[in-house]
């Protein structure tokens, strides 16, 4: 024979684990009669009737007799079989347990009923709950899935997801310390930008004391002029070329060094950033070939006007190739006048000598002469000779 449970015995899988007061629900198994004195329910046989009518839910009548609720199977209250192994007390309770018997069976349904719907509550929460995990579950796997750490045919497990997360940590710390060194990097560049504008403010400074120190007097009533001399000068005029474009490669040196400057302080997007930058260059240069193509028509005047200018200088050089070609032949022909006043002026030197000795030689004859002849004749003739080499 199948045996299922009775009411009060769904009724105590419905209640709580622990129960606040546990006596009502043993009130209402002793009432009913499912539960022996060992504190058991007892099993019913399947074609017995229900233990509580339709008409009990809320608040029916228990005040009948046994017989009229219950089928015959059932024992009352009252047998004398169970005097032996009463453990819930005296008749006397027994009769008291029957008098509170309807209101207390009435309160416990309510609170069984009340439970069951805490509980109905408490369940459709859990599993709203739960479906909420599930989603999430599902959102967080499907956003695993698509990601390329991912291998294909698999599904995303939590020591993969943690090492993907512990090599983006480490990429980070790394990029934390590529973006401190490009700080200080940056530091440096500041540094040295500094240092390089108060070198061209330097500069600047002594090109206009040296311009000053240049300017000369007649620069106020005629400054084209002198300003062409200074340039026709070909060490003033290197020199000022050499400085300006000097001063034009650091100037684009700065402006390169300041876009990129700009450019790395894009951090969120360091890279969009490098990239905009770019293509700011390549406009800047698109704008400047624009402004050249431009500009061809004063290139081409002043272009020509450098021919010119280039075509008089090769006259004026020729000119002066020519002066110094006939300087050079008047050098040459005074150096060779003066060497040849030089062997005149020696030949000179060496007649004065000769005559000299001729003197001499002839002083010495006159003075032999006249210790040989005392004659007037002679004395004549001797001053006659010296008379005449007196005027010679």
Known sequence: MHLIPSLPLLLLLLLPLNPPNPLPVVSLFLISGDLNPRGFPQASPMASHNHIDDDDDFGGDFSGAPSSRRSGNKRGYGDPEDDEDDF???????????????????????????????????????????????????????????????????????RLVINYLQ?????????????EKAKKKEAAFIVTFAKREQEIAELKSSVRELRVQLKPPSMQVIPYTVARRLLLDPAIHEEFTRLKNLVEEKDK???????????????????????LMAKCRTLQEENEEIGNQAAEGKMHDLAMKLALQKSQNAELRSQFEGLYKQMEGLTNDVERSNEMVLTMQENLEEKDQEIQRLKQELQQRRSMEEEKTDSPSDRKTSNEITTGEADN
């Open 253 to 275: 040196k700065v402006k390169e060094l300041q876009d990129n400057i700009a450019a790395v302080q894009f951090t969120p997007q360091s890279k969009m950033g490098k990239m």
């Open 167 to 179: 090599s983006l940590k480490s990429s980070e710390e790394s990029l934390r310390e590529q973006l």
């Open 88 to 158: 819930f007390g005296s008749k006397k309770a027994k009769s008291k347990v029957e008098e509170t018997a309807p209101g207390v069976a009435t309160g416990m349904i309510l609170n069984l009923r009340e439970s069951l719907q805490n509980c109905k509550d408490t369940l459709a929460k859990y599993q709203t709950e739960l479906e909420a995990a599930k989603s999430e579950i599902q959102k967080w796997h499907s956003a695993f899935q698509n990601e390329s750490f991912i291998p294909m045919g698999t599904t995303p497990e939590p």
